[in-house]
């Protein structure tokens, strides 16, 4: 089943042309050439050809048709007659070669148009559309893809504002997974996916899959693997904790109608940190700060929430969830019902690999839970700090 999710997945940027039939045979692609490895790859796993018997064009782009029509070949060329095709896109032959597979792509919600009218088959497409398509693929078969992947990764690069919304947390997710590196600090998510770089992405993307997200819940607590770029943790580290100044009970009720349950909060934060003992990890201090910005992120959930119908890692204006504070590194969320109790928050938590990773990274000094409770809805944020409390205390 991973080998079929591999070649769906990798099939954005494959070419119909027929063309070299190794890397060997191309003039356009040197073994000194940066994309070199990734054409090599694609080539040996019949994932991209060349455009013709001596050239790869790595510099040449990919289109919305051309990505819509190899995902429908590897998907087995399903039936569909004309009469299922819904309305028309004006700029889109049915004749064409791909007029089939763009309805299809439309019918499974895995490529759509930009309007009811134009679909845009042979436009370019962007890093930012292909990451989306990468994310879009991978959430329906199954694959974990949470964006609390330690995404402070995320964030080292120089324009990761400029990521569109749509594809904020599809970027994200694929810088994380190693999908994309990017180039000089730089994501330039609006610029076209030349076919080396789509080149690049699709070995990157199998490797990752290949090797499996692991969505499984181990029966026991895992050790830690430091896998992710963290720093090793002291064996006794000492840091300022401010445990003791902790809020406890509920807030009063806020101009919205929500309040803030901070017994459970607290209780949470314990579990953490009883997790993190159990793997050897030292405790994450308690930050008055954090807890600030957690109350903050908890009731932006609600906030994204009442307004898109889910809750995300995107702040109610667009930006990423660690805009809220000075090094906020990564978070986890969560939507419950009431009753709820720390226990059982934490197994929701444990069970994503996502989450379970950033409540054992150690690259977080300080940390705070927020639950904000609306009705019978519980918004849940564990938001976790590079900064020790007395470092966020002299900001």
Request: contains cysteine; charged residues 20%.
């Amino acid at each position: 089943m991973k080998k079929q999710i591999v070649s769906i997945l990798c099939a954005a940027a494959v070419t119909c042309s027929a063309g070299a039939a190794s890397v060997s045979d191309l003039s356009d692609v040197r073994p000194s050439d940066w994309y070199y490895d990734a054409v090599n790859h694609v080539f040996e796993n019949g994932l991209m050809n060349g455009t013709s018997d001596t050239a790869f064009s790595p510099n040449a782009t990919t289109s919305r048709g051309m990505i819509v029509t190899i995902l429908y070949r590897l998907a087995g060329t399903p039936d569909m007659p004309e009469s299922s095709w819904g309305y028309p896109y004006a700029d889109v032959d049915a004749a064409a070669y791909y007029g089939t597979p763009v309805y299809w792509a439309r019918m499974n919600s895995l490529v759509t148009g930009y309007s009811d009218e134009q679909f845009g088959p042979n436009d370019a497409v962007t890093r930012e559309q292909l990451a989306a398509i990468l994310y879009r693929y991978a959430d329906s078969l199954g694959l974990d893809t949470d964006t609390g992947f330690i995404p402070d990764k995320y964030y080292d690069f120089s324009d990761y504002q400029t990521v569109s919304r749509y594809a904020s947390q599809a970027m994200n997710w694929c810088v994380n997974k190693g999908i994309i590196n990017g180039s000089d600090g730089k994501l330039n998510p609006q610029g076209t996916a030349t076919r080396a770089e789509a080149a690049t992405m699709l070995m990157n993307a199998e490797s990752i899959l290949q090797a499996g997200s692991g969505t499984e819940t181990p029966d026991k607590t895992p050790a830690p693997e430091d896998n992710t770029g963290n720093e090793p943790a002291g064996d006794h580290e000492t840091v300022t904790d401010e445990t003791s100044q902790r809020p406890t009970g509920k807030s009063a009720v806020d101009e919205y109608g929500g309040y803030w349950d901070y017994d459970l909060a607290n209780a949470t934060f314990d579990a953490i940190n009883g997790l993190r003992e159990q793997n050897g990890l030292d405790r994450l201090a308690y930050s008055l700060q954090v807890q600030e910005w957690a109350d903050i992120r908890s009731r932006e959930l609600w906030i994204v929430d009442e307004r898109d119908g889910d809750i995300s890692h995107t702040r109610p204006d667009g930006s990423m969830f660690a805009t809220v504070g000075k090094g906020c590194n990564t978070e986890n969320a969560l939507l419950g019902i009431l009753p709820i109790d720390a226990q059982e928050n934490l197994n929701k938590w444990y069970a994503s690999p996502g989450h379970r990773e950033n409540m054992l990274n150690t690259r977080s000094k300080t940390a705070a839970v927020s639950l904000y409770v609306q009705g019978e809805k519980v918004y849940a944020v564990q938001l976790f700090n590079i900064l020790s409390a007395e470092e966020l205390n002299q900001l």
